[in-house]
């Protein structure tokens, strides 16, 4: 095992920092969208199967009730928002293919026996449901390939990853209807989906950044129905049936992006390591403007309205309850979004949840993903794994939490004990830089190099 110096690590993050940020801040949000959208086809190792997820249609859409009366419940009343139409959701099935070479194309056959080949190398029924980070602007499931196939190889499961809208042309709450909408895809499919109904007990809540916000919102939205309708098994409307809403058997989520307004102590004291600026690019002056941003009419925060920012459907970090959610792992690393992050872990074990934490020192945001050859992304990935079947597997989840040095020494912590704020004091925090926020008009058209 390969032990680098804190000085090496800090100059490999700045290295990586440079090249990332020269393009990010000079950039228009609109070429790095299309960028990151485009699919060299899967090879080596990875089973892919690509589906449309069909959304129901008919007039009084309960789905987007489900999703009105969440905003509704978890908010203050202020918040504006544009709910989004119903829309198809392109997904795809990810899973380890074994015993060809790292260039070998995936075979020239239909999607749905590309999905048969699959689940002939699937040896058991966990299924993630993860969902892609990119600061809700960027990425598609192709960006993220390794990362669902090593999981799909270390379980021996399958991932299910979807292409969620984007902002800023579709701004929240439409990433978040998309995954609503594919969770009860996986619980109910519809006709012609190659998947047969897969129970809640085998799926796992998975994703990293702002794909994790999004999983931990779903848990909110179903916790919101669990309290509307008096029960623990809510029902809903999904292509003409009544069906149950389960809560999934877990989360499993690594460096999630919590409170969007990044206005927490850690967004200022952990930025050594870290690859993110404490300027968001797209809200620099000089960043060029493109036909999709500013928008029109402009906004303060490129995913929502600024009356939404504190949401707790859009910064889970000032989500008041997590009581009844189902157990977590979070991995973190040294980095500007660990204290929205600490703020729900702590709060759910507090609330009787099971929770899994994991902190790595001197690690930036989605050092897996970066840098897959440090030991400490090998390890992350192996945990991440763990933790996805140990969940599948219905045993009993014992909470704890472990902080890790760059010499892989393990310090037992307590996760009751993360941080001295709870999410009342965190959206103190957090309203005072939504107050802040004005709309971003527009940037210099001569910005990018």
């Known amino acids: 095992m390969n032990f680098l110096t804190l000085d090496q690590i800090a100059a490999t993050i700045e290295k990586a920092r440079h090249a990332i940020l020269s393009r990010a801040n000079t950039t228009p949000i609109s070429e790095r969208q ?45 918040e504006q928002f544009i709910l989004p139409p119903m829309r198809d959701v392109e997904a795809q099935w990810t899973g380890y293919r074994p015993g060809v070479g790292p260039k070998e194309p995936e075979p020239s056959i239909p999607e749905g026996e590309k999905y048969d080949c699959l ?5 058991n029924q966990t299924t993630m449901f993860y969902i892609q980070g990119g600061a809700f602007v960027l990425n598609t499931p192709a960006r993220f390939r ?39 895809s996986l619980l109910y499919p519809s006709q012609g ?4 109904p897969v129970p809640a007990s ?68 952990d930025a050594a390591f870290d690859l993110l600026q404490e300027t968001s690019p797209v809200m620099l002056p000089t960043y060029p403007s493109c036909p999709i941003w500013p928008s029109n009419p402009p906004r303060g925060d490129i995913y929502c309205e ?10 889970p970090t000032a989500a008041r309850s997590w009581a009844g959610a189902p157990p977590m792992w979070i ?35 989605n050092w897996p993903m970066l ?19 140990l969940f599948t597997q219905g045993k009993h989840v014992k909470t704890r939490a472990e902080e890790v040095d760059v010499g892989c020494a393990v310090r037992d912590i307590n996760v009751r004990e993360l941080i001295g704020l709870g999410p009342e004091e965190a959206e103190k925090l957090m309203r005072v830089s939504q107050a802040a926020t004005k709309p971003w008009t527009g940037g210099s058209a001569n910005a990018k190099l």
């Open 146 to 184: 390794n990362t669902t196939t090593k999981l799909a190889e270390l379980t021996k499961g399958r991932c299910f990853s979807i292409g969620y809208r984007l902002a800023p042309q579709h701004p929240f709450p439409a990433a978040l209807l998309d995954v609503i909408i594919s969770y009860l």
């Open 331 to 365: 991995a973190m690393g040294e980095e500007r979004l660990g204290d929205g992050a600490k703020v729900v872990a702590q709060t759910a074990a507090s609330q009787g949840v099971a929770v899994r934490w994991e902190s790595y020192k001197a690690m930036p945001h």
């Open 193 to 196: 989906s190659y998947h047969s």
């Open 34 to 78: 299309q960028a990151s959208l485009k699919d060299p086809g899967a090879q080596g190792s990875s089973w892919v199967s690509r589906v449309r997820l069909t959304a129901p249609q008919c007039e009084e859409n309960d789905v987007q009730r489900l999703l009105l009366d969440a905003i509704e419940a978890l908010g203050r009343g202020d």
């Open 202 to 269: 085998s799926i796992v809540l998975a994703g990293d950044s702002s794909g994790a916000c999004l999983a931990l919102a779903l848990v909110q939205v179903i916790l919101a129905a669990r309290h509307a309708q008096a029960t623990h098994t809510p029902t809903v409307r999904f292509h003409d049936q009544t069906v149950v809403l389960s809560m999934p058997c877990g989360l499993a989520v690594q460096s999630p992006s919590l409170d969007q307004t990044n206005s927490l102590p850690s967004w200022y004291r």
């Open 306 to 315: 600024t009356s939404m920012l504190c949401h707790p459907l859009v910064s």
């Open 119 to 123: 689940m002939k190398d699937t040896e």
């Open 371 to 389: 840098i897959p050859g440090w030991w400490q992304s090998t390890r992350c990935m192996k945990r991440w794994a763990e933790a996805c079947t």
